[in-house]
């Protein structure tokens, strides 16, 4: 069996999984098993370090290498805020307005892939298989190759690909889509990814669309191919019954005894649509007067990257939004909403999405969204809640028995949820029966193994 070197932007110790979450869970599993390498930055900035420079750490976690490089605090903000959060987030997440193509920050992108490559490159052995995530990382196998790495080199894509149009704003855009055929495979979240991507490298690039799912370009073959991400359903199901989950679950049930429990799980994220949930609330409230004093809204975001600014205008717009509905419909003994701007306990969510009655999964643009599969993995079959979830998260090409809605639509998704509310018990319950089957059926486990095959068959055709 090959080993397996993952790379990430942050590296998780998977023995810590009920804090790590699924993912590093999965990856970690097939890391132990192959006695593989995790490979990332530590999470340390050095404030007067030298750009380009970082120190390795390395460590055992069971049969799994840890290895760190710490970033200098000029890198970090060039590299991880900049052009990462700054650029590519945004404009992935069709958030051409958000974006700042600060000159500066693409040579911070290419310097930290660069330290990144010099780093790893004495530890990799022939043989091995290396699975590169995400977007803080698309030039990596480039910079490998050039420093002569000749190992399969798969990647995965967390987040959207946009359509070619908006990724061509970008100004290294041609240079960043160049970087992916260094790879032998691309992966991405769903079929509509794949699309743009296939459109862009035969418009843009001429690429040559070999046999499905291969494409030939800049003297290089890789194979491209949508691996819908998955959850562990069964760490989730254990999560549910287990006393933290268990006992969130009652704590709630109990205080919440007179109302119905909407219930909203994020980061706190622009892509996420909060503040369009917020005001399709507001109109659910104004249309229909029988939820006033009965339904409330727990809305949990948790802080993220506070220090790039569209994410502290967010935070004033929602407390503004939550203030507002508060005071026009609140009553002594009834909040319509409760915020929480705080990260929530992995091992207690479950009981949380399993007390709610309706999910509201409703982000503007999202990769895969893994709150949606979470919900539905926690639910009580013979009484569960009902989805709903934006059209335009990944997760609506497969969970496609949710109710589906356009988050840009107020006075629809408002209607949507007092559907949901109104939901007779059998349709719930159908519903579910078939939402519990595709997320079982393509979970986690499912996941990683096809994306590994797939890599393993790919061959470097150079
Ligand atoms: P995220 O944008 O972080 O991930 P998502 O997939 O919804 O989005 O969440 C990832 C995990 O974070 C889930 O396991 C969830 O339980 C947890 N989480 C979210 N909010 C939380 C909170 N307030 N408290 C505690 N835990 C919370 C990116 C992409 C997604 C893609 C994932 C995985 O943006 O589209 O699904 O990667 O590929």
Redesign the pocket.
Known sequence: MARLVVISNRVADPRKATAA???AVALGSALNASGGLWFGWSGTIVEDGAPGEGELHTHQAGRITLATVDLSREDHDSYYLGYSNGVLWPVFHYRLDLADFDAGYIDGYRRVNQLFARKLMPLIRPGDILWIHDYHLIPLAAELRALGCTNHIGFFL??PLPPPLILAAIPQHEWLMRSLFSYDLVGF?SETDLMHFSRYAQKEAHAEMLDTGHFRAFNRTLRAEAFP?GIDVDEIAALTHADDGREMFERMRDEYSRRRLLLG???L?YSKGLPQRLKAFRKLLGKYPEHLNSTTLIQ???PSRETVGSYSDLLRELESLCGSINGDYGELDWMPVRYIHR??A?KR?PGLYRVAEVALVTPLR??????AK?FIAAQDPANPGVLILSRFA?AAEQLQEALLVNPYDADGMAETIHQALRMPLPERQARHQQLLQRVRNFDVHWWRNSFLEALQASGTKD
């Open positions: 979450g699924g993912l967390h987040i979240q991400i799980v994020e980061r994220d949990i975001a948790s990260n929530v992995r969510l999202d990769g895969m969204n893994l709150v979470e990944g």
